[in-house]
């Protein structure tokens, strides 16, 4: 993908500067997979998609931002749909699906999951404000490569590691692997779709589309994976996605605001 769309990476973020966002890349997206062990898939998609709380309240006090009223009202649906959420009782058929039901575990996760992704995002920025050079390709290269090292040390770097009884499970039961192999083929070209939806139709486009698909997953999830959800529950979700939606409707706005002052000058 290097060699076809990026045209070269001369003066790209040097591989050895991925190091840090490595880890929390690592780390980060094991925890949101060990989540689903203690809480549900619809609950753990409706925990990730409200990334923009802990954004927000660091932006606040931490940096001293301020947000616009409509800003906090999408934080405000999401919040309390999420919360909401958490706190209604869920079904027994879906808890007995679960390996662990344990919920406050399973939300922490999801929310360390968000934290150690925001210092991911905030490292990425950096590289690519630093190297103007470094492409979509360049970082997902980076991260992959430490990503592997990590996990390779982790799982075969002393006798008693995971990694040996990984192979172990997989040569039993071939079904698990080829399902592995197909779930990392579609994270990987999947990325390639986002980046190049990025790059040719802009991040509301992007954004619009992972919105849309978080929603139909959750529909997805309760009526063919078996994962019933109360009325209580569907009111929350789209309690939660009407204030993504309105988020994406201000990007919209400010878009459309800066189009018009581009073309006034």
């Excluded at 040097?14 to 890349?25: F, K, L, V």
């Excluded at 934080?75 to 909401?84: E, H, K, P, R, Y």
């Excluded at 360390?112 to 997902?140: E, V």
């Excluded at 995971?162 to 071939?174: E, L």
């Amino acid at each position: 993908m290097i060699k076809i769309w990026s045209r070269g990476s001369a003066g790209g973020a040097p591989w050895s500067t991925y190091w840090s966002a490595g880890i929390t890349n690592t780390i980060g997206p094991a925890m949101g997979i060990e989540a689903l062990k203690y809480i549900s898939y619809p609950a753990q998609v409706l925990a990730k998609s409200s990334k923009m709380i802990p954004v927000m309240l660091m932006g606040t006090l931490v940096y001293g931002i301020r947000y616009t009223f409509p800003e906090y009202v999408c934080t405000f649906l999401v919040a309390g749909g999420v919360s909401t959420f958490a706190l209604l009782k869920t079904s027994s058929k879906t808890i007995s699906k679960l390996a662990h039901p344990n919920a406050p575990l399973g939300y922490g996760l999801c929310f360390l999951n968000l934290a150690f992704d925001g210092f991911t995002n905030a490292t990425q920025d950096s590289l690519t404000a630093r190297y103007p050079k470094t492409t979509a390709w360049d970082i997902m290269l980076g991260m992959n490569l430490w990503g592997t090292i990590y996990n390779m040390l982790y799982m075969f770097g002393w006798p008693q590691g995971i990694g040996f009884d990984a192979v172990q499970f997989c040569k039993q039961h071939p079904e698990a692997a080829w399902d592995i192999f197909l779930y990392c083929l579609c994270g990987a070209v999947g990325q390639n779709f986002i980046f190049l939806t990025i790059s040719r139709f802009g991040s509301l486009a992007n954004t619009t589309i992972t919105t849309t698909r978080k929603f139909v997953s959750i529909v997805v999830s309760s009526l063919l994976s078996g994962n019933p959800l109360s009325t209580k529950q569907w009111g929350c979700i789209v309690m939660v996605f009407s204030g993504l939606s309105y988020q994406i409707y201000l990007k919209w706005k400010k878009l459309q605001k800066l189009q018009k002052k581009r073309k006034a000058t």
